[in-house]
């Protein structure tokens, strides 16, 4: 049965006893069964205003447990020390606010099932001894709970939220004793932490509804005193009524302390990266990520599957990379700034990733392990062309390509770039490129591709290699020269040549062999005649000549 005792905004500047039972006790009613509630209006000057006898003459009216039923806002000045007491076995409901001033108190009776029901606001500044008492948000419009004061008075034995309409808003943190029940409807963390002392697995349980955290400063948190309780540790994260992406610790080894975990979601733009409390500085490779981040913090040294899930519309949205059994969860690492490969024995469907084994926590993120090449690459071969070098490429396809660049090197490890060649864009067929270098070098000639993206991104080839065989007189210094100079001879082995100077007439006026090596050689000469051109060329034992044009006397 009901009853509505107050019809009226009520100041409580004494004290409001909702209990039953047939004796004072320490300026309360005692109760043995819960069935009375007395409350009383503004400016009552106190308890002993009113008879004892009274009271307890109507007590004994009552012998069976009800509900009553407060119909307005209630405010507890707290005055002389004093303020509400829910007996062990009463539900009161309340219609409107309930306010606790700074020196009031509501208390709760340390047995059976005291329980206290609200549809609007709850805001403590003062004390609230929950003892065995549940409190029950049931509004159907938001409702705000500052759980507010000190030490053990921030903190609630049981909470349940049954909303069929509007959210429970966290306005300051909240911490849960025992457990935290979700019937129906949201929970909004807007930026505060809610904490859950009992490591049990049931102590967040739900039938419906869901917590938001969605903050992208992850500071909506829930923070679970897990500690060596083994077992999946589920906590109910929904982004809204349509999309329930709860994410579960299940504990496997060790003392996991304190779990905090909060998500955000980012949309496409995966944008912002997280700052807090560690800061992601890149997100590569970007392709194939989840719309969504999580932040994942133990104070424990656990051993713990971890379970993730992420809404339909987070998944990106271009194929091959948006098949849900195709997902990995990565963590970033702040001391590299780098995202870590995928461990493995991971497990991916129905728009969920489970993780087992893992030891380290900070941000996470889920992306596609499917891997698009954005060159398929069909050949690459290099060959001798007469003196030059032929460089022959073809690609199946081509995805956000901008083009090539032709490296070469002379010792295979130190490349410079001799050519650009323009790329496809985007192509789901063959095509053919080529580039032709004139200038190769004695020797050996590696060559090798870069293919590069229109957003930067980069591939390489391996590198592929063409010797070409024989000798060149690639420069002679000074020219002019005084009569003393310096001839530099490649070879592409050791040889014996002869070094041969002619004048502009055509005779001979100077022939000396060297015994040669591999590669550059540096030979010192003097050529002391009448000042004009003279021609330098080179014989091989072989009977080849290289021609040098000329050296100028001076």
């Given at each position: 049965m009901f009853i509505n005792l107050v019809h009226i905004n009520t100041t409580i500047s004494r004290f409001a006893i909702f209990e039953g039972g047939n004796t004072l006790k320490n300026n309360k009613l005692a109760s043995s069964k819960s069935v009375f509630l007395s409350l009383f209006q503004n400016n009552s000057t106190s308890f002993s205003s009113l008879s004892g006898k009274f009271f307890l003459s109507i007590v004994l009216l009552f012998t069976f447990n009800f509900i009553t039923t407060a119909q307005v806002n209630l405010y507890v000045a707290g005055n002389n020390g004093v303020g509400i007491y829910i007996?062990?076995?009463?539900?009161?409901?309340?219609?409107?606010?309930?306010?606790?001033?700074?020196?009031?108190?509501?208390?709760?009776?340390?047995?059976?099932?005291?329980?206290?029901?609200?549809?609007?606001?709850?805001?403590?500044?003062?004390?609230?001894?929950?003892?065995?008492?549940?409190?029950?948000?049931?509004?159907?419009?938001?409702?705000?709970?500052?759980?507010?004061?000190?030490?053990?008075?921030?903190?609630?034995?049981?909470?349940?939220?049954?909303?069929s309409g509007g959210a429970a808003i966290l306005s300051a943190d909240m911490r849960v004793n025992d457990e935290f029940t979700l019937?129906?409807?949201?929970?909004?963390?807007?930026?505060?932490?809610?904490?859950?002392?009992?490591?049990?697995?049931?102590?967040?349980?739900?039938?419906?509804?869901?917590?938001?955290?969605?903050?992208?400063?992850?500071?909506?948190?829930?923070?679970?005193?897990?500690?060596?309780?083994?077992?999946?540790?589920?906590?109910?994260?929904?982004?809204?009524?349509?999309?329930?992406?709860?994410?579960?610790?299940?504990?496997?080894?060790?003392?996991?302390?304190?779990?905090?975990?909060?998500?955000?979601?980012?949309?496409?733009?995966?944008?912002?990266?997280?700052?807090?409390?560690?800061?992601?500085?890149?997100?590569?490779?970007?392709?194939g990520v989840v719309n969504r981040f999580w932040q994942i913090d133990s104070d424990g040294s656990p051993t713990a599957t971890l379970i993730f899930t992420y809404a339909a519309d987070e998944l990106p949205a271009d194929a091959p990379y948006n098949d849900p059994d195709e997902m990995v969860a990565v963590r970033y690492d702040a001391g590299t700034n780098a995202w870590q490969e995928a461990t493995v024995?991971?497990?991916?469907?129905?728009?969920?990733?489970?993780?087992?084994?893992?030891?380290?926590?900070?941000p996470w993120a889920i992306k596609s392990q499917t891997v698009v090449l954005p060159v398929q690459w069909m050949s690459f071969t290099v060959s001798k062309q007469g003196k030059s070098a032929l460089i022959n490429w073809a690609t199946a396809s081509e995805i956000n390509n901008e083009g090539f660049e032709v490296q070469k090197s002379t010792d295979g490890e130190n490349f410079v770039s001799i050519a650009w060649v323009a790329g496809q864009g985007n192509s789901a067929f063959p095509s053919h490129y080529s580039f032709t270098d004139d200038n190769p070098t004695l020797g050996n000639n590696y060559y090798r591709i870069v293919q590069k993206d229109f957003d930067g991104k980069t591939s390489t080839t391996d590198k592929k290699i063409v010797n070409f065989e024989g000798l060149s007189i690639v420069n002679v210094y000074p020219n002019p020269s005084n009569g003393e100079f310096n001839i530099t001879v490649q070879s592409s082995a050791d040889a014996e040549i002869t070094l041969i100077m002619y004048d502009a007439l055509g005779k001979l006026v100077k022939s000396n062999v060297y015994h040669i090596k591999s590669g550059i050689n540096n030979i010192n000469e003097n050529l002391h005649y009448a000042r004009g051109r003279y021609f330098i060329s080179v014989t091989t034992s072989q009977g080849n000549y290289y021609d040098y044009s000329y050296v100028l006397i001076q």
């Open positions: 007996g062990q076995d009463l539900t009161v409901q309340a219609l409107g606010n309930v306010d606790i001033a700074a020196v009031g108190t509501m208390s709760f009776e340390n047995g059976g099932t005291p329980d206290f029901r609200l549809k609007g606001d709850f805001t403590n500044a003062g004390t609230l001894t929950h003892g065995s008492g549940s409190v029950t948000f049931n509004g159907t419009g938001n409702q705000t709970i500052a759980a507010g004061g000190t030490g053990a008075g921030k903190q609630f034995h049981k909470v349940v939220t049954d909303k019937t129906a409807g949201e929970v909004d963390l807007d930026g505060n932490t809610l904490n859950i002392n009992s490591g049990a697995t049931s102590a967040i349980t739900r039938t419906a509804g869901f917590i938001k955290s969605e903050n992208t400063g992850n500071d909506s948190k829930v923070a679970w005193n897990v500690g060596a309780t083994a077992g999946a540790h589920l906590i109910p994260f929904g982004r809204n009524s349509s999309n329930y992406i709860p994410f579960t610790f299940n504990l496997t080894a060790g003392n996991a302390g304190t779990v905090t975990v909060s998500t955000y979601g980012t949309g496409a733009a995966l944008t912002p990266l997280p700052v807090t409390p560690q800061a992601v500085t890149n997100l590569s490779p970007a392709d024995g991971q497990s991916s469907g129905s728009y969920s990733v489970t993780v087992p084994g893992i030891t380290q926590f900070s």
